[in-house]
């Protein structure tokens, strides 16, 4: 079997992480992993630091590797003021800029290419904007009108493929639940180091956010399982899937399940926003690491701008329960990928490899 080599760009992220996991488990496969910083494990692949906004370095960085046949565009910039930075210009044009710096040059070097991955999100169905059209359904629902770095990307990826021997497949995942330590968007983090301080205080886990919503999510291994299906799949080429795990949620019926992850009760509902209540309790998190010997690092390191994406995904503040968001995936089960697991048993899964990490305290 002839080798094959796949590029993993924002190895440090939920989805590059378990996407550099995947591949390094299976031998045919060589892996290169990029990002601003080391990943804590890198699982013996090749690791490059790259900054994506630098245009010559990458122009001299990717330039080079010719071997590369599959990517994994998995990088993703995001300002400080996360919600608000979905709709600003800056974002947008900042991360149409990174993908152009790493496939113009790999893409006229790389001869072997056969597969590029971008992913998007359901915000190309106006989630943040408006109620999703349910279920949204892969070019039925999206919403162009709107200014979404989606669209930057995705237009110059049809021009660039155009004529080529290469494919590509969009991702539309829905929540993502994995392992990654100072991201953006990862629920884990935030609401752990929230029930640690709880904890601490000798309080249950009393459920913080707003009315119930139903939703989806999607473990970022099942994701990196998809995206590995789709790189060799002809039913994959140059389409767009949604991705989640095959049921739906909502916060007040999985929060037992979170509970029992971290050795805590369920308590009442008491309205709390993790940014503003949480964020700013450095000193207590520096004495919850010390009792338990965690190696996790200060709450800016260690969440990033996810107590902001916590209070948007628990629905902090409302008073009536957010429009229902369910993406249907009928379209990839159809083009022949059927992994499924169980939202529940995701959460517990994922928090467990924080506390083996010493992230977060053991039950």
Known sequence: MARKTVLVAGATGLVGYA???????HAEWDVIAVSRRRPDDTFGVR????????????????????????????????????????CDPEQIAVNDRMLRNLLEPLESTARSLQHVAVLQGTKAYGSHI???KVPAREGRSEMREQPNFYWNQEDYLRGKQRGKDWFFTI????????????SAMNLLPAIGVYAAMLKEAGLPLH???????????????????????????????????????????????IWPAIAEAVGMQVGQDVPCSLEQEIRPRESDWARIRTKHDLVSPDLKTFVGLSFQYADYQLGVGRTTASPPSFSSTIKVMQAG????????????KHLRVFQEKRLLPWP
């Open 207 to 253: 459920y913080p956010g707003g009315p119930a919503r139903v939703g989806q999510a999607v473990d970022a291994e099942l994701l990196a399982q998809c995206i590995h299906w789709a790189g060799e799949a002809k039913a994959a080429r140059n389409e767009i899937f949604n991705v989640a795990n095959g049921d739906i949620y909502c916060w007040p019926n």
């Open 47 to 86: 690791f490059i630091t790259a900054d994506l906004t630098d245009t010559g370095t990458c122009a001299d960085i990717f330039g080079r590797l010719r071997e590369v046949t599959h990517v994994i565009y998995a990088a993703l910039y995001e300002r400080p003021d996360l919600v608000a930075g979905w």
């Open 337 to 348: 990928f059927h992994e499924v697991i169980d939202t529940e048993s995701m959460f517990k």
């Open 171 to 182: 991702f539309r995942p829905v929540l993502i639940i994995g392992y990654s330590q100072g």
């Open 19 to 25: 996407a550099m996991k995947h591949f390094s488990a």
């Open 130 to 132: 408006r109620p999703m």
